[in-house]
T-cell receptor
Framework: SQKIEQNSEALNIQEGKTATLTCNYT??????LQWYRQDPGRGPVFLLL?????KEKRKERLKVTFDTTLKQSLFHITASQPADSATYLC???????????FGTGTRLQVTL | DGGITQSPKYLFRKEGQNVTLSCEQN?????MYWYRQDPGQGLRLIYY???????QKGDIAEGYSVSREKKESFPLTVTSAQKNPTAFYLC?????????????FGEGSRLTVL
C-alpha cells in the first residue's frame, strides 16, 4: 500500500536560514501533494499544493518541489522566522478528492 | 467569517459512555471529513461524506458512527466499542468535485477517557 513518510525528528534552524523539509512516498506517484502547517492544539492550515506535472511552486517565502523520479517533495521556507515554528504535514491524493493520506509531520523550530 | 466550528474543545468521558463531537461549517462545502490524530502518527481518516444523507467509512471507522442530515453538520459519535478513544479529533471540509481536495480544518476536539 502507498505510504507517505516525513522525518519524525524535529528540525532546528537559526532565524534567517532556509528550512527544508522532506516528504517521501512509496509506490505510485500521487496526482498531487499538499502541505499543511499545524500549530500545537490547533487544526492544520493548508499552505501549498503541487501537481505531479509541476516541478516547483512558490508562495511568498515558501517553495515546494516535486520529483517523481526520487518520489519526493521538498518544502522550503526561506528567511525563516521564529513565527514559522510549527509542525508541517504533507498529504497526497491519487486523484479522488475524497481522501487524503497524511504523513506524520515534521516539527520545525526556528531560533533567534 | 466562514469556517468550521468544532465543539467541545475538550471532553472527558468515562469508559462505556458514548460521546458526540459536533462539527458545523458555513463554507457551503459538500464534502466533510473526520480525522483522528495521535502522537507520532499522521492524521487517520475515520469517516467522510461527499453529500447530504450519504457517508463512507475511512481507514479506522470501527467504534465510530456519523450522520449527515444537513449540509452544514457532520457529527461524530465515539461509541463504547472504540477501544482506545483518547485522541485529538479533527473535522474538515472541502469542495466536492474539486480535483485538488484542499481541506479546511476546525480547531479540533480533544477527548480523554478516564
Amino acid at each position: 500500500s502507498q505510504k507517505i513518510e516525513q522525518n519524525s525528528e524535529a528540525l532546528n534552524i537559526q532565524e534567517g536560514k532556509t528550512a527544508t523539509l522532506t516528504c517521501n512516498y512509496t509506490n505510485y506517484s500521487p496526482a498531487y501533494l499538499q502541505w499543511y502547517r499545524q500549530d500545537p492544539g490547533r487544526g492544520p492550515v493548508f499552505l501549498l499544493l503541487i501537481r505531479e506535472n509541476e516541478k516547483e511552486k512558490r508562495k511568498e517565502r515558501l517553495k515546494v518541489t516535486f520529483d517523481t523520479t526520487l518520489k519526493q517533495s521538498l518544502f522550503h521556507i526561506t528567511a525563516s522566522q521564529p513565527a514559522d515554528s510549527a509542525t508541517y504535514l504533507c498529504a497526497h491524493n491519487t486523484g479522488t478528492a475524497s481522501k487524503l493520506t497524511f504523513g506524520t509531520g515534521t516539527r520545525l523550530q526556528v531560533t533567534l | 467569517d466562514g469556517g468550521i466550528t468544532q465543539s467541545p474543545k475538550y471532553l472527558f468521558r468515562k469508559e462505556g459512555q458514548n460521546v458526540t463531537l459536533s462539527c458545523e461549517q458555513n463554507l457551503n462545502h459538500d464534502a466533510m471529513y473526520w480525522y483522528r490524530q495521535d502522537p507520532g502518527q499522521g492524521l487517520r481518516l475515520i469517516y467522510y461524506s461527499q453529500i447530504v444523507n450519504d457517508f463512507q467509512k475511512g481507514d479506522i471507522a470501527e467504534g465510530y458512527s456519523v450522520s449527515r442530515e444537513k449540509k452544514e453538520s457532520f457529527p461524530l459519535t465515539v461509541t463504547s466499542a472504540q477501544k482506545n478513544p483518547t485522541a485529538f479529533y479533527l473535522c474538515a471540509s472541502s469542495t466536492r468535485g474539486a480535483d485538488t481536495g484542499e481541506l479546511f480544518f476546525g480547531e479540533g476536539s480533544r477527548l480523554t477517557v478516564l
